[in-house]
């Protein structure tokens, strides 16, 4: 019988000739992709797992209460696939799953005493997983009052050890009291490792303190380091009769190393090549993905960059340079986007299209409505003359000018007037308005680099119109090698999330509007206000169109100052009317609290219960304290002191003031005050005659409610207060409460409450007044 003859040579065949095929098939396909996507930019497309933001109780990864409960809230951004489900755990203790997805609350959390590790997870559709932590930290008897602070926060690697004074403002939460207050070396978890020494609230600058037996405490020491490491602080109080102790959270003093004047030559000759290259690129009519390809190569064929990358789905490139790892990029955005080049018809035109669909945007913490603190409001525009007639001064900006009732007291710095330093005071302000250049950089810096650390996702950013010279770069050193600030192309210095939440403690929930392109392409900068006490966050995810941001914004602060709308539906109302997209991928994004309405149609914050003068513009030495020697508060746990200048200080005159569109119908405006001061009794009818002054103005028009001074007042000795310098003596007029009718003051009128201590004569002795229970009844 005949073998029988084998078919796998067929088999065999016929597979090869598949492969084949499929080869050439792909050979085409990827050169036909290669075609059709040949100008668009080669870089990372976005971050696997989703990025978690704790936004409350505060952004911050330590957080003290006296309370045994917390509830969280947050946000996620995921730039791929839909958040599953987002679930809570405490080390060792509870977990559940929080309600909501992109924006998320957690139920109440039952703390035990002393530490506690909180984790937020955030798992996506595709079962990725990102996580954010806080710690917790309950004390019973105790609150602390905000976050510790050091002054200065840094010091360099190597140099002679620096003097630091650190501060921490601690009220009692039972009738036991305070015995002892001390300042640790701690690790990053909050583990005890060495006393620094005791923190006194004895009034004396030389420990670090201002005022005597006010609830401040202070230590000034000396710190060094010789290997770049933060050292972390931890402050520690115990109570009298008692074994009990209680900790603040954990807080640090960065240790940076130093840069040279070589520095900025390094710097400045990337960006020289860099500039060229894309003026060249752009006289010869290459497309924005060539553009950048082109320019990312350049860059990472130089020899002092440690890593380089493009934005994510996007067209900036971004580096860090070698070594000192100081961030870098350019801009080189779409025209007539928020960093493109603008054309004046162009915007005229689109402003007239009509809107593209709506979009639900998601906010956390729906509830009772809350106001924004207070009436005082910034415009910043480094690039104005950029964006000529759709600059958002003339959108945003002019409803928040022409709002009458509240009146907002307004700030504006307008192109070369912005400075860095504007951003580090923007807590002051209820309303933040920036129109800027951006983009979203750093994002391809992976966990190896030595240069990744804080870098998780990548960075929105805000190009300022500030260069970086060798002049200047003392003063900006501490900040770009703490990576706070970067440098763009043209030399600009470019504001970091990092530096908005360095440098602003606690905002008096604030409305933050931040016209740039990719405003809001991920959660890296709108953390960082929501984080530190803003309740709204307005910006753009991708390179939006200046007359979509235009319009949009026009929209929204006409919508919430005008028609008084709360945050939600301000929102809903300018992309109904707008559009929620330019058109071309940028759409209008929304953060934060959905019941937020503008504030100012009452005086708030009239006890100083936030711990400090939050709703209040001050000027001077105006603070809020928890006592003074034996003078405590007339109603709650503070009240405010404004004085002639105490310790560090030095004043003449300080104020506080709030101004709000009356919305009362009548009744008594009173308060409680008290003057204390080291003039009597051997300045007794001189002319060192420090006063008080309490003023009400209406419509403009000032009425003095009260000049309480040094030869006009009853004295009576108080002991525990001695303030520095000046004499051993003090004196008080003891608490008075001070009334006046508003029955004839109309709803609507614009009305102001204004207090004022001035120095008469001399700084020698020192004058302070205490303000506290202000009330309308």
């Keep these: 019988m005949a073998a029988k003859k084998s078919s796998l040579p067929k088999v065999v065949i016929a597979i090869c000739g598949c492969l084949i095929i499929c080869t050439i098939v792909g050979v085409i396909a990827g050169v036909v992709y290669w075609y059709l996507n040949r100008d668009k930019p080669l870089g990372p497309t976005y971050n696997e797992e989703p990025i978690v933001d704790i936004i409350e109780p505060t952004g911050s990864n330590w957080y003290a209460t006296y309370e045994n409960t917390v509830t969280l809230s947050g946000i996620v951004s995921d730039e791929e696939d839909k958040i599953d489900k987002v679930e809570w755990s405490v080390e060792g203790g509870s977990s559940g799953e929080a309600s909501g997805t992109e924006s998320w609350n957690t139920s109440k959390i039952t703390l035990k005493k002393g530490d506690n590790n909180i984790t937020v997870k955030a ?38 050890p620096q003097k630091i004074v650190v501060q921490a403002q601690i009220t009692k ?5 305070i015995s002892k207050v001390v300042l640790y070396r701690v690790t990053k978890k909050g583990e005890i490792q060495k006393k620094l020494g005791a923190m006194k609230d004895s009034g004396k600058v030389a420990n670090g303190d201002d005022i005597p037996n006010d609830g401040n405490y202070g230590y000034k020491g000396s710190f060094s380091a010789d290997k770049k490491e933060q050292i972390y602080l931890r402050v520690v109080t115990e109570i009298v009769n008692s074994n ?17 004047q070589q520095t900025v030559d390094q710097i400045t000759q990337v960006n020289q090549q860099v500039n060229n290259l894309v003026n060249d690129l752009q006289q010869q009519g290459e497309s924005q993905g060539n553009i950048t390809n082109q320019v990312n190569d350049l860059v990472s064929q130089q020899d002092n960059i440690a890593a380089n990358g493009i934005s994510e789905q996007g067209q900036g490139v971004w580096w860090v340079y070698e070594n000192t790892c100081i961030p870098g990029g350019v801009l080189i955005n779409p025209p007539d986007t928020k960093g493109g080049i603008q054309d004046e018809e162009v915007f005229l035109q ?28 910034i415009y910043l525009g480094p690039y104005l003359s950029d964006f000529g007639q759709g600059d958002d001064f003339y959108g945003a900006w002019e409803h928040v000018k022409k709002s009458k009732c509240p009146k907002c007291d307004t700030v504006v710095k307008k192109n070369e007037k912005v ?9 002051k302000y209820g309303i933040i308005v920036v129109s800027s250049h951006g983009d979203n950089w750093y994002g391809g810096l992976s966990g190896d680099n030595m240069c990744a650390e804080g870098f998780e996702q990548s960075q929105v950013i805000i190009y300022t119109s500030q260069k970086l010279t060798k002049k200047n770069l003392k003063k900006y050193e501490p900040d770009l090698m703490a990576r706070r600030l970067a440098v763009g192309a043209g030399n600009n210095l470019i504001i970091l999330p990092s530096y908005i939440s360095h440098y602003n403690s606690k905002f008096p929930n604030s409305l933050v509007y931040i016209s740039t392109c990719r405003g809001a392409y991920n959660n890296s900068l709108a953390s960082a206000f929501l984080g530190n006490g803003a309740k709204a966050y307005y910006g753009y995810d991708d390179y939006v169109a200046v007359s979509y941001a235009f319009q949009a914004g026009s929209e929204l602060f006409e919508n919430f100052l005008v028609d008084k709308d709360t945050s939600k539906v301000s929102f809903e109302d300018a992309i109904q009317a707008a559009g929620s997209s330019d058109g071309s991928g940028a ?50 746990d503070f009240m405010a002191i404004i004085s002639t200048g105490l310790g560090s200080v030095s004043e003449s005159k300080s104020s506080i003031n709030q101004q709000i569109c009356f919305g009362e119908k009548s009744g008594t405006l009173k308060f409680d005050y008290n003057l204390i001061s080291e003039e ?63 029955k004839n003051v109309k709803p609507g009128a614009q009305l102001q409450l204004r207090f004022r201590v001035s120095d008469v004569g001399d700084s020698a002795y020192d004058t302070a007044a205490v303000i506290d229970n202000i009330r309308i009844k």
Excluded: C
């Design 123 to 160: 798992y996506d559709k595709s079962g990725n997983v990102g996580e954010d932590n806080i710690f917790i930290v309950f004390n019973k008897e105790v609150l602390f009052v905000d976050e510790p602070t050091t002054n200065p926060d840094y010091i360099f690697k190597g140099d002679p």
């Design 173 to 177: 939460k039972s009738n036991k009291d």
């Design 244 to 260: 009990t102790s209680a900790q603040s959270g954990v807080f640090n003093i960065d240790v940076l190393e130093h840069t040279n």
């Design 350 to 377: 689109l402003i007239a299209q009509k809107p593209f669909a709506s979009l639900v945007q998601p906010s956390y913490g729906a509830g009772k409505e809350v106001k924004v603190g207070n009436t005082k409001a």
């Design 419 to 427: 400075q860095v330093e504007d951003f580090k005071n923007l807590d």
């Design 587 to 636: 759409d209008f994004m929304r953060y934060g609290k959905e019941n937020l309405i503008m504030g100012g149609d009452s005086f708030a914050n009239l006890s100083f219960e936030t711990g400090d003068t939050q709703n209040w513009s001050e000027g001077g030495d105006a603070r809020v304290i928890t006592s003074l020697g034996p003078i405590k508060p007339q109603h709650g």
């Design 680 to 742: 009597p009794m051997e300045y007794l009818n001189t002319q060192y005659d420090d006063k008080l002054e309490a003023f009400i103005i209406i419509n403009g028009k000032s009425k003095k409610l009260l000049s309480q001074g040094v030869n006009n007042s009853s004295w009576n000795k108080v002991s525990g207060i001695n303030f520095e310098g000046g004499d051993t003596t003090t004196y008080q007029t003891g608490w008075s409460t001070h009334s006046y009718s508003l």
